[in-house]
């Protein structure tokens, strides 16, 4: 989704820290802010950092047999994109028509699924050519976009995550996402990670780990200070997160960053 407080992400980089498990967590329900959750909270060790395009507004992240795919938002701006992780060069792009604001992606099968923020459509294209296959329709916002496997997995700004079909596209069931009995708003971005859902939470630097069978948030993931503050010039909000399952690698970074990080999740 738009962030409209483009410098809201560069302020707290260096200065703020989570120190225990009882941490304060913004997007949860109105009226939560300033109460601690009950799930913990990972830090991060940096594996490795790789060059990201700074005019990529990121919206959906995945990393499919040796190569990144993205999605990317902005009226006029919005595209899919292949991209190869080591040098961030852009290998493939397909821009889509400047009336639509890009969302989430997800690859299932030979396909590529990518939604759009307020227009209720979403596409398909042909993985190998990034051609056109068909559109869909569905109600109110789109955000993100991953899949368990078996179901794809769509946000929407909420606190609720729906399923859908793969193969008709259509709804299947929802999910409402608390963490101590209190609903986690404006869920964003998603990827699927060792039987989790990770989702970033949308004007934070934190990662939600869902469990999607319950709606129980595992754990949280604090990222802050992960951009130095001498690249944070310009950018937006952390959003992005792909997995690697074959080497287990996990990469993050946000739109219009110029890096995009490798990181392990460190016990606090």
């Known amino acids: 989704m738009l962030n409209l407080r483009v410098l809201a992400c560069a302020l707290p980089l260096a200065t703020l820290v989570f120190s225990s498990p009882a941490a304060i967590i913004p997007g949860l329900a109105a009226g939560a802010q300033g109460r601690a959750v009950s799930a913990a909270v990972d830090g991060y060790k940096v594996v490795r950092s790789y060059p990201h395009d700074p005019q990529a507004f990121t ?5 499919h047999n040796g190569v990144l795919y993205e999605g990317t938002g902005l009226k006029g701006q919005s595209s899919i994109r292949k991209v190869e992780l080591e040098s961030g060069r852009v290998l ?6 400047d009336k639509y604001f890009g969302e989430g992606i997800v690859i299932w099968k030979d396909a590529l699924i990518q939604l759009t923020w307020q227009s209720e459509i979403g596409f398909v294209y042909d993985l190998a050519t990034f051609e056109p296959r068909r ?20 946000s929407d700004g909420s606190s609720t995550l729906r399923f859908l079909d793969p193969a008709t596209l259509r709804e299947t069931g929802r999910l409402p996402v608390h963490d101590g009995g209190l609903p986690v708003e404006e869920l964003n971005e998603l990827e699927f990670v060792k039987g989790e859902i990770y989702a970033n939470v949308w004007n934070t630097h934190r990662i939600a780990r869902i469990s999607p069978k319950t709606g129980v948030v595992t754990g949280w993931i604090d990222l802050r200070g992960l951009l130095d503050p001498r690249d944070a010039a310009g950018v937006d909000v952390l959003n992005g997160i792909a997995y690697d399952a074959a080497k287990d690698r996990l990469f993050v970074t946000g739109k219009l960053w110029p890096k995009l990080f490798e990181i392990q999740l460190v016990r606090r």
């Open 59 to 63: 919206q959906g992240l995945v990393y």
């Open 92 to 97: 493939q792009i397909r821009r889509i028509d």
């Open 135 to 154: 559109t869909f329709t569905y109600q109110g916002e789109g955000w993100g976009l991953t899949h368990d496997g078996t179901r794809l997995i769509m």
